[in-house]
Structures are given as structure tokens and as C-alpha cells.
């Protein structure tokens, strides 16, 4: 447990390092995975969904289709169930499949961590440049507010005669594998989530993505719910974090440099905090 007042003496890099290398990282034996025809959506073969939380569409589709994407639920703060979807960069011919997720699960909010390219394609342009169709899906870009670090898009999704808005956030400034430069605009984007109407009134999952859906994914889950912890309780608990994260979808934060930043921007939210919490 870290606690506010020890920031003064944070753990060296190599002890970070030796923490992270023992978490078991809970990657899916893809004989596990007993679902015909995967392979194909997946982004990467070796990132695949733990069987036990992943998100089945459940629409009524051909026995070709299937109910298959490569998408987990993830537990949020205090172990709340279905709190975050955690979920690969679409493909070209799952942008359908993704959309029918984020209608089926009432998703109020996407958090895309990831460029388009990054020397080679992590993601497809999966939302119109105005308006566009995507399987049985009409999707509008309303309005687009552009930040210095993120991009925010209000989107309409249409499907038959209803109507949703759904908030879109692109924070194109991690590279893949890799930390940012400085941990504040990272705290700024989950400010940015946290203040959100749409997430204060759905009580649906927010859906994050970056290209295989577990590093910066799995770094920025770990962030809001570090930060949540420490708003409530003036302590946090970084490792049962991640054990948490990964018992839910393999792999969640890829590497020790992404463990150690995750260190860093917590105890840089921590110095932020105002005094002690209220009981």
C-alpha cells in the first residue's frame, strides 16, 4: 500500500521492476479460447480474451458470426463488476462488431488511447469524418472539441428508430510500449472521464481501447481506479490493482516502465490531494 504522507521515499525502479515481474500475467492459452473462427478478429494472436469476463454480442446473428470479439469486462473500484470494457483497436471487418457492443452494452463513453498509425496500422478510423453507416449502425459526429492533448467527439449512434449519444475521447499522445512524457496529461484525461455527465448518468460500461487492448488500456483503467482510492481512502494499493486488472483481461499493463509511470502519476495525484480524506 502507498500511502499520501510516504510519497517522500517512493519504491527505487528496480524494486518496481522485481513487483511487476511477479504478478502472473494471465494470458489466454488459445486452446482455452473454444470459439470457432476467432482467429480472425483478433488484432494479435497472442492477445486473446479471458474466457470467463468477455463481452458475447448477443443480437440475434448468422451461425457464421458468431457472438465474438475480443473485448473483457474489467471490475472497477472497490471490485465493482463491468465497470470498464477493455477491448482491441477495431479491425476493418469488426468496426461492425464493435459499434453492436457499444450499442448492446449502453456504453456512455469511448476512451481511445492509440493513433491510427503508429509505423504501422493499430487501429482503423472506425467513426465517420460527419456521418456514416456501419452494419445495421448510423453514427454523426455532432461536435469535436479539440485539446491540446485529446480530442473529444459527441457522437449520435442510430440504430432502426432510436437514437444514443455516446462521448468519444482520443488521447493520441502515448506511444505504443512506451510511457508519456509527464504524468499530468494523464491525470487530465481521467479528470476529463470523471467529470463527464454521460458516465455520471449510464450505468454502462466505459469502453477503453489502444491497439491490443491491455498496455495503455490497462494503464489508464489502473490510474482511474488508483485515483478513486486514493480521493476515498488517502492510500492505494498499485499491485492489487493490476492483480485485479489481469485476473479480468491477460496482460493488462504490458511492461515495468508502464508499472513504474503508473507509480509516478499516482503519487503525483496523491501530492495534488487536499489534506486528509473526510471520514
Keep these: 500500500m502507498i500511502k499520501m504522507e510516504q510519497q517522500h521515499q517512493p519504491p527505487s525502479p528496480q524494486q518496481l521492476e522485481e513487483e511487476f515481474l511477479k504478478i502472473p500475467p494471465n494470458f489466454v492459452n488459445p486452446e482455452e479460447l473454444d470459439v470457432p473462427g476467432h482467429a480472425s478478429k483478433d488484432r494479435y494472436k497472442t492477445i486473446l480474451p479471458n474466457p470467463h469476463s468477455r463481452v458475447c454480442l448477443g443480437r440475434a446473428r448468422s451461425q457464421e458470426d458468431g457472438d465474438y470479439i475480443n473485448a473483457n469486462y474489467i471490475r472497477g473500484y472497490d471490485g465493482q463488476e463491468k465497470v470498464y470494457i477493455a477491448t482491441q483497436g477495431p479491425m476493418p471487418h469488426t468496426v461492425a462488431d464493435f459499434w453492436e457492443m457499444v450499442w448492446q452494452e449502453e456504453v456512455p463513453l469511448i476512451v481511445m488511447l492509440t493513433q491510427l498509425r503508429e509505423a504501422k496500422e493499430k487501429c482503423v478510423h472506425y467513426w465517420p469524418t460527419d456521418e456514416d453507416t456501419y452494419g445495421p449502425f448510423r453514427i454523426c459526429v455532432r461536435e469535436e472539441r479539440e485539446l491540446p492533448e485529446y480530442t473529444v467527439r459527441q457522437l449520435t449512434v442510430q440504430h432502426q428508430e432510436e437514437c444514443r449519444s455516446v462521448k468519444h475521447v482520443l488521447f493520441s499522445a502515448w506511444p505504443d510500449h512506451q510511457t508519456p512524457e509527464s504524468a499530468a496529461p494523464l491525470l487530465r484525461l481521467v479528470a476529463e472521464v470523471e467529470e463527464s455527465p454521460e458516465v455520471t448518468a449510464s450505468s454502462g460500461p466505459i469502453l477503453v481501447h489502444c491497439s491490443a487492448g491491455i498496455g495503455r488500456t490497462g494503464c489508464f483503467i489502473a490510474t482511474r481506479i488508483g485515483c478513486q482510492q486514493l480521493k476515498a481512502r488517502g492510500e492505494v494499493d498499485i499491485l492489487g490493482i ?38
Excluded at 258 to 268: E, N, W
Design 242 to 279: 493490476v492483480c485485479q486488472l489481469r485476473l479480468d483481461r491477460g496482460g493488462m499493463i504490458q511492461t515495468s516502465e508502464q508499472y513504474q509511470f503508473l507509480h509516478h502519476t499516482l503519487a503525483l495525484y496523491a501530492a495534488q490531494l487536499p489534506g486528509e480524506p473526510s471520514p
